[in-house]
């Protein structure tokens, strides 16, 4: 009986139930039966009662804090915020960051034809074609885009118009590229010799989305790496237009440390002299007893165990070196940017030109460079604020069943929410089943916007997507990743309003709890709408005291809103805009719940405007 109450206890996340008047009681009773001759007078002024209420305020705190530190050992009922970051560190859910905005950019630039090709072949000169290279950056406003992958115009470009000006005709050629938001960053630290074992340094901004390079004074690279004793790291490059993975040593090389309150960065360095290379995992311990050699009596010495750690295996020291990093930070919702504003290069762009042979096209050279420009047909997406620690809480049951490749839904799912930032942000994801082929999984992805509504993720977010998850899975392993469909809808109900209540305040109070309680931004792909909470939440006596019963008919409550419903709202001056799918309530009704189509999401996009209570 015992044990089925512990157990009882257990799964309540509680130690006790009993409170100071419970633990009075219960003492008083123990009391009167052991100690009846010693003391009669247990009442709340006498000294046995004070007896008594001291025990039971000790009692009491005990239980409380006993149960505090059982629910800290439990993620989901944890509230202290060290206690969080544990939890968040043993799942391996790194600190949250900012996810940088992506976007297809289109370069164009102005270029002589050539005048020995026929007068309907649009071929220009070949030697004034450029190459504008990786780093270039571009502006929206204040928010930066750097180009990811040269734009070689050489080859594969697009003729967009035909000009004419003095008798010479010019092409108008156009080429796409791939840039991400963020501002990058150089800063240079001095490590002296006297630093701790494993130096560290701090980078003076927050929310970092990668370390491009690490040097130091001597030209040596540090590489990235998950632990310190990961010897060895995979670099990606290109050769002869082909991807090319390159598997490389590492002797140089730190980790990344960083603070889940401030997010500052630091990066940690290896402790190794570098003055020869070993494979031992530490330090030889023969080093120690080289004092003994060829000694057949010795006295009493002292060793220093921190020697057996001056091992290369963890990667050597940047002791005595001034080390230069090279860092990209930034990101967020505010980096999501309207279509047609990156229009604009920070500085020169970074142009060469590899078939120019003459130093006389020096003139027409400096001519199409001044051509050069560039916009953004569709708006950036990916950019994302940090998640909070309540949000990454949500993602410790998924982590903490993840290995390091996709085996099962979970390992999928886990991998895509942890995907770095610089690769953009996925909102929302499902994978469901292919309804045609078994081994196929289909991944349906969201993004949002820079007003935080649901909108399809760009072909450029997808392809990370793909090029980023097929690092991990297994081969035979197929996805399709594809947009989730977004139906927008609307909430339109009549009520009962009780006597001597306003009814305007009735209504107002009445969409403020529909939406404060049933939280339709947590949605996810696929979720129904409850209608049966909505209409529990408004004849919640608590929660709405002014209304009596919902009149209108739960099949009528949702409705579907689309492109058809959009308006200009005089009052927040601006466009009220819908997504073009519709959905039928009345057929996607099932016991209390409207059901989505597969692979789709609802979305209430107006909280206030798309609610209407009349009475």
């Not at 750097?146 to 967009?160: A, E, G, K, P």
């Not at 007003?451 to 997507?465: C, H, Q, R, V």
């Amino acid at each position: 009986m015992i044990l089925e109450k512990f157990l009882e206890n257990l799964n309540k996340k509680n130690f006790s139930s009993k409170t100071f008047s419970e633990f009075r009681e219960e003492l008083i009773n123990h009391a009167n039966l052991y100690y009846k001759d010693n003391i009669l007078d247990f009442s709340e002024t006498s000294l046995g009662g004070m007896l008594v209420d001291f025990a039971s305020i000790v009692g009491e705190s005990l239980v409380f804090y006993a149960e505090q530190q059982f629910k800290e050992l439990d993620y989901d009922t944890a509230v202290d915020f060290d206690n969080i970051v544990k939890h968040l560190q043993k799942a391996n859910i790194k600190v949250p960051k900012t996810s940088p905005s992506i976007a297809a950019v289109d370069f164009f630039i102005r270029v002589e034809k050539d005048p020995t090709t026929n007068i309907n072949d649009h071929v220009p000169i070949t030697s004034f074609l450029p190459i504008i290279r990786s780093g270039t950056v571009m502006e929206s406003g204040d928010i930066e885009f750097i180009l990811q992958d040269d734009v070689d115009f050489t080859t594969n470009y697009t003729v967009s118009r035909l000009e004419e000006e003095n008798n010479i005709q010019y092409l108008i050629l156009k080429k796409s590229g791939i840039t991400v938001s963020g501002y990058i960053k150089s800063e240079t630290f001095f490590i002296g010799s006297n630093n701790s074992y494993y130096p560290s340094i701090q980078l003076e901004e927050n929310n970092i989305i990668n370390i491009l390079s690490v040097f130091d004074e001597e030209n040596n690279e540090y590489f990235e790496v998950d632990y310190l004793t990961q010897s060895t790291v995979f670099k990606k490059g290109k050769k002869d237009n082909a991807d090319l993975v390159q598997f490389l040593p590492a002797p140089y090389r730190f980790v990344i440390e960083e603070n889940y309150i401030d997010r500052v960065t630091s990066l940690r360095f290896g402790n190794g002299s570098g003055f020869s290379t070993r494979d031992n995992v530490f330090y030889s311990p023969e080093d120690l007893m080289l004092p003994l050699k060829n000694k057949e009596t010795f006295g009493r010495m002292s060793l220093d165990p921190s020697l057996l750690l001056n091992s290369n295996t963890l990667g050597i020291s940047p002791a005595n070196k001034s080390v230069t990093v090279t860092y990209k930070y930034g990101g967020g919702s505010s980096h999501n940017v309207k279509e047609n504003t990156i229009s604009s290069f920070k500085e020169s762009p970074l142009v060469i030109f590899p078939h120019s042979t003459s130093s006389t096209d020096q003139e027409k050279i400096a001519s199409v460079i001044d051509s050069i420009t560039t916009n953004n047909p569709e708006k950036s997406l990916g950019g994302e604020d940090a998640l909070e620690i309540e949000d990454l809480k949500l993602l410790i049951p998924m982590s903490a069943k993840s290995q390091s490749r996709i085996i099962n839904t979970e390992d999928l799912l886990s991998r895509i929410m942890t995907m770095p930032s610089n690769f953009g942000r996925i909102n929302k994801i499902i994978a469901l089943d292919n309804q045609h082929s078994l081994p196929y999984k289909d991944l349906y992805v969201l993004c949002k916007d820079d007003e935080g509504f649901y909108i399809e993720a760009s072909d450029i977010l997808k392809t990370n997507l793909s090029n980023y998850i097929n690092e991990y899975r297994l081969i035979g392993t197929n996805f399709n990743i594809l947009d989730a469909s977004i139906y927008n809808f609307g909430i339109k109900l009549k009520i009962n309003i009780k006597k001597n209540f306003d009814p305007d305040i009735v209504k107002i109070g009445a969409i403020d709890s529909i939406v404060k309680n049933c939280k339709f931004y947590l949605m996810s792909i696929g979720d129904p709408i409850n209608v049966n909470r909505i209409v529990n939440v408004l004849e919640n006596k608590e929660l709405n005291p002014g209304i009596g019963t919902v009149v209108t008919d739960r099949r009528n409550i949702v409705v579907s809103k689309n492109n058809l419903d959009n308006f200009y709202d005089i009052d927040l001056e601006r466009n009220i805009l819908y997504h073009e799918n519709t959905f039928n309530p009345h057929t996607s009704y099932f016991d209390g719940y409207i059901y989505p189509p597969r692979g789709s999401i609802f979305e209430l996009k107006y909280n206030f405007s798309d609610i209407l209570v009349v009475a």
